[in-house]
């Protein structure tokens, strides 16, 4: 109890955690944030290999990085409220502890189903992870430096994307595929270990109970629609799709409608009656689709039709998100001089004449 206490006064003093134990705050999560981008990107380089192996057809195997993105996108949200209530120390090694737990058991899989299982509770960890590493920042950084610690975030995923590719092919060229997710398992130790001992215990949070139909009401809101998507893209029978869009608009306007009656809602809708915020997401929506629809599609095109390697893909694919780790602290500097709807325009112009 005193103990407690004194770590409380401590962080007030400081308005932040004390060095050297802020670094090594930094450093857990960075770990955390690794591994969570890294097992999106060197999988995709696997994928032509998984769908051989396991004998299913790409857009099957393809299953196994939707399951994973789709278990995100269905519980960031929940696990976001989560944090705010019970705090964002405990969400986060729990999503830690679970990445560990699912990274083994996808290591040891021997079927798809299997593997598919498993990456989508490695989705909720992974889930976890992302919701409340950032409002970890104003409990570890001082609050004159909270922007230098989100620049180091921005800096660590942008290193992992453009690591994946690369870390995939060397783990390819020595080790199978089941490689590429036990290496999470170090890394996630690692950052557990780290965040127990040092991330900070005393944190704001709210008092408010979580709202369970809420959080149920938006996973079946976004997993069916992103579902039915992936049905129309793959022509299931129509009297399916006719379901779960009837299914998908009641729960979805109820969703919605309960969200606008909530003084603290899941999602916050009264955001998007901002222009420029609405905008703001509906470009980056359009823009992340069109991103990861090439990512997870060129490891097909560049085994199965232009006939190269794992190795190779992986290197042919690293120059992308290298491209960004380059241009992205640049376009941050030029936001600042040139307008952002402009400098965006820019960017999706240069990206469509490429196509």
Avoid at 193 to 207: A, D, T, V, Y
Wanted: with cysteine; glycine share 8%; charged share 10%.
């Amino acid at each position: 109890m005193v103990q407690s206490i004194n770590s409380t006064q401590k962080i007030e003093e400081t308005d932040g955690l004390p060095m050297p134990k802020r670094i090594w705050a930094v450093v857990s999560v960075g770990f955390a944030l690794c591994m969570s981008v890294l097992d999106i990107n060197i999988v995709n380089i696997v994928l032509p290999t998984l769908s051989h192996d396991f004998g299913t057809s790409p857009a099957v195997t393809t299953w196994i990085i939707n399951g994973y993105q789709l278990a995100i996108v269905i519980s960031l949200l929940s696990f976001s409220a989560l944090g705010e209530i019970i705090g964002y120390r405990k969400v986060f090694l729990s999503g830690i502890g679970l990445f560990c737990i699912t990274s083994l058991i996808c290591a040891l899989s021997d079927s798809f189903w299997t593997l598919t299982v498993a990456r989508i509770f490695q989705g909720f960890s992974a889930s976890a992870i992302t919701s409340v590493n950032t409002a970890q920042l104003r409990y570890i950084y001082p609050k004159s430096q909270i922007g230098r610690g989100m620049g180091i975030n921005a800096m660590v995923v942008a290193i992992s994307a453009a690591a994946g590719p690369s870390v995939a092919s060397g783990i390819l060229s020595i080790a199978s595929w089941h490689w590429l997710f036990a290496i999470n398992v170090p890394l996630g130790l690692t950052a557990l270990f780290l965040g127990i001992k040092h991330l900070p215990r005393q944190e704001e949070r709210s008092k408010r109970k979580f709202d369970y139909i809420s959080a149920i009401a938006n996973a079946v809101t976004f997993g069916l629609l992103i579902y039915t998507l992936d049905g129309f893209a793959h022509h299931e029978e129509m009297d399916f799709l006719f379901i779960q869009l009837v299914v998908l608009a009641v729960v979805g306007t109820y969703y919605v409608r309960r969200q606008l009656t909530q003084t603290t809602p899941l999602l916050p809708l009264d955001l998007l009656r901002i222009p420029i915020f609405r905008l703001s997401i509906l470009t980056s929506i359009c823009s992340f689709i069109a991103q990861m629809s090439a990512m997870v599609s060129l490891p097909f095109f560049l085994q199965n039709t232009l006939g190269h390697s794992e190795v190779m893909t992986g290197l042919l694919l690293t120059p992308w998100p290298l491209a960004t780790l380059v241009t992205a602290p640049l376009a941050g500097y030029l936001v600042e001089h040139i307008h952002p709807g402009i400098l965006g325009s820019i960017g999706m112009e240069i990206g469509r004449a490429h196509v």
